[in-house]
Antibody, heavy 113, light 107 residues
Framework: QLQLQESGPGLVKPSETLSLTCTVSGDSFSSNNYYWGWIRQPPGKGLEWIGSIYYSGSPYYNPSLKSRVTISVDTSKNQFSLKMMSVTAADTAVYYC?????WGQGTLVIVSS | AIQLTQSPSSLSASVGDRVTITCRASQDIGSALVWYQQKPGKGPKVLIYDVSSLESGVPSRFSGSGSGTDFTLTISSLQPEDFATYYCQQFNSYPITFGQGTRLEIK
């Protein structure tokens, strides 16, 4: 059974870079049956897709975030990552990593000085 | 971007009730629609994929239907554990988008 776990700092200062890692277990990370992705949920609000990447393909990003976001894969560690530059308070949210329609438990990231 | 509009935004119902939630897409998305359930403090859990396919382990009281632009999630007989927020998601084209959510509350 596929399992995903987000990790990274829970507090990021404004204008800095948010960096999160998703560790995948329970399935072959090199499987081409999944797209690996990130979504987020600001407190009390709905879900927003950030971006996705196929194991052997190019990433796709939400146009509203594309200029600040990078998603990459590290197959040697069974991990994929999210980097978001120049964060503001509006980026405060629970961030979830996922594969296909399976999502992790999420990690809260607060942007504050 | 394809917009998904869920209705209602919130709903009060009783245990045993039949409930229907609607998701309307701004353009044809074929069968590329997923329904999620989310409980407070938890990640979204898939219930239905490809419009009407029930995810393994999900009770059969959940069902999905529709095509093109209009889709529904039906819970045939509400159970106490079903009170949660429900989201639809389309993956027909990028950017992937979600509906705004339907909060299902106990009456």
């Amino acid at each position: 059974q596929l399992q995903l776990q987000e990790s990274g700092p829970g507090l990021v200062k404004p204008s800095e870079t948010l960096s999160l890692t998703c560790t995948v277990s329970g399935d072959s990370f090199s499987s081409n049956n999944y797209y690996w992705g990130w979504i987020r949920q600001p407190p009390g609000k709905g879900l927003e897709w950030i971006g996705s990447i196929y194991y052997s393909g190019s990433p796709y990003y939400n146009p509203s975030l594309k200029s600040r976001v990078t998603i990459s894969v590290d197959t040697s560690k069974n991990q994929f990552s999210l980097k978001m530059m120049s964060v503001t308070a509006a980026d405060t949210a629970v961030y979830y990593c996922g594969a296909g329609t399976t999502w992790g438990q999420g990690t809260l990231v607060i942007v504050s000085s | 971007a394809i917009q998904l509009t869920q209705s209602p935004s919130s709903l009060s119902a009783s245990v045993g009730d039949r409930v229907t939630i609607t998701c309307r897409a701004s353009q044809d998305i074929g069968s590329a629609l997923v329904w999620y359930q989310q409980k407070p403090g938890k990640g979204p859990k898939v219930l239905i994929y490809d419009v009407s396919s029930l995810e393994s382990g999900v009770p059969s009281r959940f069902s999905g239907s529709g095509s093109g632009t209009d889709f529904t999630l039906t819970i045939s007989s509400l159970q106490p554990e079903d009170f949660a927020t429900y989201y639809c998601q389309q993956f027909n084209s990028y950017p992937i988008t979600f509906g705004q959510g339907t909060r299902l509350e106990i009456k």
